[in-house]
């Protein structure tokens, strides 16, 4: 077995809880403008990396929402579409002051030491040394802890105007329609049935590491879903062994027995947001998208529980929206199951 296979195998969504990764910022091309704006910790690089726990997160005011980075983007205002956040934990902030289109102040380090002061804090630039009181700074201020207005910034382009928010996106399930999921689906289907050819038979690891992006247009890239797509065709074994089937018989590789399946599901239902307990993660916005089997020439017309994730029930699969389509973010431990032990997919 690989020697990846225990890490990748610890993304699958077997337990209650799981989450999902995405890509270091890279720029984005215009038709995945939305992928950006989902990345943990805002896609700051070093903060995906070491995952602090984070104090407090500002964004500029008028910069908190999707169609608000769409805009900005579009103007010039931010260079890349992520949102734009000044993150804080102990004595250092993450922040890009270099996404400002319009920023005279110059090319800076991503992570600046933060000093306290009696009203708010201030950045330091090119400095490490909060005694040095003549050290280029940023220093932000308010009278809570809710809104702070940054004293320099307006003068080299950047935000004055800072705004509390939650860590991460906040989660809210759009309108769901049953009929249009189910095209959203076959869309999918579709692309990921394309993106997927090159890894249905013997793929090996060299192979995932040089082509695992081109499953970006089905597949979150550096996800759960992508981790266990790769644990099944390079350590299958593994994959039975993590949900506790390790005598289940292995007939052929599981890639393509798992593309047989998901063409003979239909969407039965939304079990709402998944439920992630890590911020890190929890900017996906992950839904649960129950799927429904035939078994035997009939189709299951049991009750699907609604915008409730029931586990040991019906198999399902999380998907990220990106605009009006979706994007798989992670396959389920009930879904595995069904895929070792019912018959083969026709």
Known sequence: MSRLAPLLLSLLLIFPLATVGAASPTAVPAEDLGEGLHMPYDGHPLAMLLRPTLDARYLPAGLDSEAAIRRAVADGTLREPLYPSLQLANDRAFVWLSQFGRSTLGMHSNTLVRCAGT??????????????AQAPSLHFEGPTD???????CA?????????????????ALPHWNLDAARL???????????????????????LWK??????????????????????????????????GMEDAELHGDLL??????????EVAG????????????????????????????M?????????????????????MRDGDRIVLTGLSRELVQRLLTGPDPE
């Open 119 to 132: 009203t708010g804090f201030r950045l330091l630039l090119g400095s490490e040394d909060c005694a040095d």
């Open 146 to 152: 809710t809104e702070l207005v940054c004293r320099e």
């Open 155 to 171: 003068g080299v382009g950047i935000p004055e105007r800072w705004q509390r928010q939650a860590p991460g996106a906040q989660c």
């Open 184 to 206: 959203q689906y076959r869309a999918w289907l579709k692309r990921f049935d394309h993106d997927l050819q090159p890894f249905l038979h013997g793929a090996s690891e060299a």
């Open 210 to 243: 040089g082509q695992g992006l081109s499953l970006r247009t089905s597949v979150v890239p550096r996800s759960r879903a992508t981790a266990t797509l790769f644990a099944m065709s390079t350590a299958p074994e593994a994959v039975s062994a993590s949900i």
């Open 256 to 265: 393509p027995r798992l593309l047989a399946l998901l063409k003979t599901a």
């Open 270 to 297: 939304r079990g709402g947001t998944y439920p992630e307990p890590l911020p890190v993660y929890s900017a996906l916005c992950a839904e649960v998208w129950y799927l429904r089997n035939p078994t035997g020439g």
């Open 299 to 319: 189709v299951d017309a049991s009750l699907v529980p609604g915008d409730i994730l029931e586990r040991d029930g019906y198999p399902f699969i999380t998907v």
